[in-house]
Nanobody, 122 residues
Framework: QVQLVESGGGLVQAGGSLRLSCAASGRTISTCMGWFRRAPGKEREFVAAISWPGNSPYYADSVKGRVTISRDNMKNTVYLQMNNLTTEDTAVYYC????????????????WGQGTQVTVSI
């Protein structure tokens, strides 16, 4: 059974940075991985994804230019570096593993993490 465990969330001031990590266990994830988020009162939304083995990143327009997704395949871990955070980035961030090598908005993830809270204060 695959488990995805996120870490790195927390409280940060606007303009600050955070780096989220997602460690996979159970088996090697050799497919696309990504990050989603759910803000209070809103639906879960796509943030970023990265193909296998990691040469193609994808970003939501809302985070493009401020966020970088990367993966360390030896560590079975995906990262989300977030810079210049705003209060609009406050959300629970979820790691996900897709069944495909590349990201497509029409393909739902197979596995989800439990989420990590990111809170951006003024």
């Amino acid at each position: 059974q695959v488990q995805l465990v996120e870490s790195g969330g927390g409280l940060v001031q606007a303009g600050g940075s955070l780096r989220l990590s997602c460690a996979a266990s159970g088996r090697t994830i050799s497919t696309c991985m990504g990050w989603f988020r759910r803000a209070p009162g809103k639906e879960r939304e796509f943030v970023a994804a990265i193909s296998w083995p990691g040469n193609s990143p994808y970003y939501a327009d809302s985070v493009k230019g401020r966020v970088t997704i990367s993966r360390d395949n030896m560590k079975n871990t995906v990262y989300l570096q977030m810079n210049n955070l705003t209060t609009e980035d406050t959300a629970v961030y979820y790691c996900a593993a897709f069944p495909s090598l590349y990201y497509s908005g029409n393909i739902d993830p197979t596995y989800w993490g439990q989420g990590t809270q990111v809170t951006v204060s003024i």
